[in-house]
């Protein structure tokens, strides 16, 4: 090696240190009360849509999901009612990615009616993004808006939060990028026009517009990481629950926004 | 049948200009998207919005495929008597769908 190679070498070693400390030192958490919901960044036609019952798309689904509640399925013929009166999931939603003990991991919401759905009602589960499981969740999530987010971290859930945390910092795909990099370090910028925002998941499932339609967290979190170039988790995978339950606990004491609207 | 969510204030004084917001749910379908295999997804949109005053119609709006899924309509009348506001929606494939609310004029 000639004394200018290595010395080509050395700047190269040192530019790298100086970019990876800077990237380090980039990487900050948002201090709490510096956080926005996604509400936030939104223009006004669009929050006075989440805002008036009446015009947020999202109530179909939350009256949908009340005759579901109400209806007997299964060969135990028992509806969610039956065991769940009136408006009892009140700030259940909140709750949620909860801890279940015979799963010994964290489950979301959409899992837990699942899991009610074979367990107790005896029937078959209902597809993951499917109108009606949206619906029942929309409708549970309904219960606990404006309550604050307020997921249980505990010595059995804290393996699962740091599994999250470690997927929202890792820099992954052909695009070698991290969660953090856009919605810790960049969230006042933009991306396309749109803003970036700092990806509390403060009101699903909710109405995108773009999808015209109503979506769960873990739809989000796919459109996302495909957007990463990473190679995507499928729909109820332990990895998206982590990152959820992670997500959830980043945005603790925020409230819930539960059926709400985003570009 | 479609669920629908209509807003119509419950009593207003005669000559009050009245707001009314109806939300309805439907795939709104273009017509000019194709499947995962190539074929055209037939359009399958609501066409025709009405509304009735105790009969005499006050609004009419025609939609098109650019409109999004759930259309949301809201418009202005005046209250002049205590009665009925008909909403139907009709469309493709025999789509309809209807509604009514009362109101009290003072």
């Known amino acids: 090696m000639t004394p200018a190679e290595r010395c080509i070498l050395a700047i190269g070693a040192l530019a790298w240190a100086i970019a990876s400390t800077l990237l380090v030192a980039l990487a900050a958490e948002i201090p709490l009360n510096e956080r926005k919901s996604g509400y936030e960044f939104m223009g006004p036609e669009t929050r006075a849509m989440q805002d008036d019952d009446s015009a947020n798309p999202g109530s179909l689904w939350v009256f949908d999901g009340e005759a579901s509640w ?24 909140a709750r949620y990615p909860a801890f279940n003990a015979a799963r010994g991991r964290p489950v979301n919401l959409d899992q837990q009616i699942n899991i009610c759905r074979t367990e107790r009602q005896q029937a ?21 808006r404006g309550m604050p987010i ?35 370090d960049n969230w006042k910028e933009k991306l396309a026009g749109a803003p970036i925002t700092q990806a509390h998941p403060t009101g699903y499932p909710l109405y995108r517009l773009e999808w015209q339609n109503v979506g769960s967290l873990q739809r989000r979190l796919r459109n996302c ?3 990463m ?9 332990p990895e998206l629950v982590d990152l959820e339950l992670f997500l959830m606990w980043r945005a603790r004491s925020m409230p819930l926004e539960t059926p709400a609207v985003r570009p | 049948m479609a669920r629908t969510l209509i807003n119509v204030p419950p009593k207003a004084k005669k000559g009050e200009v009245i707001a009314i917001k109806t939300l309805i749910s439907h795939e709104m379908e273009t017509g000019y998207r194709h499947d995962n295999v190539g074929k055209a997804i037939p359009r399958d949109i609501i066409s025709l919005f009405v509304c009735t005053y105790n009969g005499l119609e006050v609004f009419r709006a025609e939609l098109f495929p650019a409109i999004a899924a759930n259309p949301f309509i809201s418009f202005y009348t005046v209250a002049t ?22 109101i009290t004029v003072e």
Not at chain 1, 230 to 236: A, H, I, K, Q, R
Request: proline residues 4%.
């Open chain 2, 81 to 102: 008597a205590s009665g009925t506001f008909e909403f139907k929606w009709t469309g493709d494939n025999g789509f309809s769908a209807t509604e009514s609310v009362n």
């Open chain 1, 225 to 227: 990481i495909s957007g």
């Open chain 1, 150 to 184: 307020a997921v249980t971290i505990d010595e059995r859930t804290r393996p699962f939060l740091e599994a999250g945390r470690a997927t929202f910092y890792r820099r992954q795909g052909q695009l070698n990028f991290a969660c953090a990099q856009c919605h810790d």
């Open chain 1, 70 to 93: 109400k209806r007997k399925v299964g060969t135990a013929n028992k509806s969610c009612a039956d065991c769940h009166a009136g408006e009892s999931m009140k700030g259940v939603a």
């Open chain 1, 124 to 144: 078959t589960p209902l597809p993951l993004e499917g109108k009606e499981l949206l619906a029942l969740s929309s409708y549970v999530g309904r219960q606990s």
């Open chain 1, 229 to 237: 170039r990473v190679d995507n988790y499928p729909l109820g995978a």
